[in-house]
């Protein structure tokens, strides 16, 4: 069974800090990786992808990518009290067309 | 508006009941999926169909039943042999020519069993 680790938190940082949200994943030739912010009560929503090596940014949102590390992280800059939710690693299988989804981690943004 | 429905949000069901959940999509995507979300917890992957006609299990099929007859629509049977039914329900779909592997999901069913 591939696994995808993460910290539930919660992770608790003031309002204009950079939020710091780690994944570690078991298998070594996954080639593609997702972050979703998912709020209380709601569906999760992809806020970030990425396939290559190094990081890609998009607004105040960072993934970065280190498949020899075999870990993925997202940065939040600036954070804000609506950042405040769970986020979710996801990691796509291979052998097949799906995703193994991390637990998340509790993201609070103090006012 | 193009995006993912399901229906209903909330269902309540008694011990013993099928019940079916939907979900529609009208974004032209072939490949579709249903997450099981239990408090606290991560998705799991309950079924998959990349395309009409077929589909396969995910981890935790036990229990779970699956049709894909429309490209459109990719219904979910709770049966009555899935011993902890109570969760929320979670479909997704995506796009396979472009291998991106992007899903985007819809707002969920959140079933209780008593």
């Known amino acids: 069974q591939k696994e995808v680790e993460q910290n539930s938190g919660p992770l608790s940082v003031p309002e204009g800090a950079i939020a710091s949200l780690n994944c570690t994943y078991s298998?070594?030739?996954?080639?593609?990786f997702f972050w979703y912010r998912q709020y209380s009560g709601k569906s999760p929503e992809l806020i970030m992808s990425?396939?290559?090596?190094g990081d890609k940014e998009d607004g105040r949102f960072t993934a970065q990518l280190n498949k020899a590390s075999q870990y993925v992280s997202l940065l939040i800059r600036d954070s804000q009290p609506s950042d405040s939710a769970t986020y979710l690693c996801a990691v796509k299988d291979t052998g097949r067309r799906a995703l193994t989804f991390g637990s998340g981690t509790r993201l609070q943004v103090q006012p | 508006d193009g995006g993912i429905t399901q229906s209903p949000k909330y269902l309540f069901r008694k011990e013993g009941q099928n019940v079916t959940l939907s979900c529609e999509q009208n974004?032209?995507?072939?490949?579709m999926y249903w997450y099981r979300q239990d408090p606290g917890q991560g998705l799991r992957l309950i079924y998959y169909s990349q395309i009409v006609n077929d589909f396969q299990k995910g981890d935790i099929a036990e229990g779970y039943s699956v049709s894909r007859e429309k490209k459109e629509s990719f219904p979910l049977t709770v049966t009555s042999a899935q011993k902890n039914p109570t969760a929320f329900y979670l479909c997704?779909?995506?796009?396979?020519?472009?291998?991106?592997?992007?899903?985007?999901f819809g707002p969920g069913t959140r079933l209780t069993v008593t």
């Open positions: 974004l032209n995507h072939d490949a």
């Open positions: 990425i396939y290559s090596n």
């Open positions: 298998d070594r030739v996954s080639q593609s």
């Open positions: 997704a779909s995506s796009i396979t020519e472009t291998r991106t592997y992007e899903q985007y």
